[in-house]
């Protein structure tokens, strides 16, 4: 412990095949090490040991196969030991997945590159997507592959900030404190943190990214054949449902990993064997241990993860402030603002506002605390299309000497000479 901590390291002990479920307190980050035996946390392997520090109100579980020694030094919110797992089945799929991925590597000089698993986790908010999705790419990465992860989830992604769909190849296991490396991900800037407020531009979006991956993948054989596996929302009723099966599509997914919802599973076995039989639909238990999280803790940590971008996890990065004058930002805004998703509407009837209409924004105080993104269009009418470098936060705009001051992850001139304007906001705390 900390030198003058009188704070007892508690020890636990786990059997096989259970885990320990951990919610840090709300004040001070938790300490824990693996004394022996082996564990896992989310698919990464516990180094023995080795002390690993987790920030407050981080939910989380230590799993281990053959038994382990656990020990534990601060708060926790809850912490208890469950030997009820789903984990068994979820390695089973994990070995399938694998066997897949060796047969289109073995097959690999043939002319026609093939591909390997592209898994697609589905399921409610809070029934584990984003820590099976996890788990399978920090398996896959264990035994060599790189397989890609793409994050739909623009909620509650974990990829980059909210309000965006994104993608990473993983080349390690994913540590278990920091989460997926942030280096060079490709991001799309869907600019809201729910698809209902342009349904339209998340599909194309969708479909961007999904193309993108798709020429990547035709150059590179190693990539194909690791596949990919992809998060989505937790919204699974109507236009969710519709964004669902429009995603399964798009990416070409032949593999339905769907958690915890007999109903979601047999209309989704239905509807996509209806469009291609040689897809496996595949239900998966929820595990016991899947935190729920109100709407105010999603808030929360959709501003935490807006903060992490700017300073790091722990405030290791320190964003730069910058002056522009009016004149030198083009700001743009795709679609016509908040609208009635097409389900709303009488049938027959189409939405006024074109959906993908790019329209300049004028700088005013409205641009406070918004975050922007730095396209990397060269063009106005690729800005619908382009992904995206990064984010800027505006923190003053000045309307009598015209001017905007924002931060960024870096000093010097932006990436790109376009910004896009969505409703998502951030207020520094
Ligand atoms: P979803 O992506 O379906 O919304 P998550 O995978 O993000 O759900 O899980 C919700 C929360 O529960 C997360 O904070 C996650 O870390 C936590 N969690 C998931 N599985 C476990 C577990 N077995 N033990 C403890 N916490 C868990």
Redesign the pocket.
Known sequence: AAAGSASAIKQVKLEKES?L??EVGHETPLRIRLVSGTAEIFGTEMPPEIWLSFPPRH???VFTWYGATIDMDGDTETDYTADE?PMVSYVNVHAILDARRNRAKASASDSESPQGPRVIVV?P????????TRMLLSWAAKQGWKPTFVDL?IG?GSITIPGCISATPIELPIDPVEGVPLEMPLVYFFGHVTPSNNVELYKVLVKELAHTLERQFSGNAESRAAGMVI?TM?WIEGVGYELLQHAIDTFKANVVLV?GQEKLFSMLKKDVLKINPNVDVVKLQR?G???S?NPKFRQKFRSLRTREYFYGLTNDLSPHANIANFSDLFIYRIGGGPQAPHSALPIGAKPVADPLRLAPVNINRDLLHVVLAVSFATEPDQIVSSNVAGFIYVTEVDIQRKKVTYLAPSPGELPGKFLVMGTLTWLET
């Open positions: 885990e479920r951990i939910k989380f579980a797992t399921g908010t809070d029934s584990g997507k984003s820590t099976l989830d509650q998060n937790g958690l595990s241990g899947v935190v999280r």
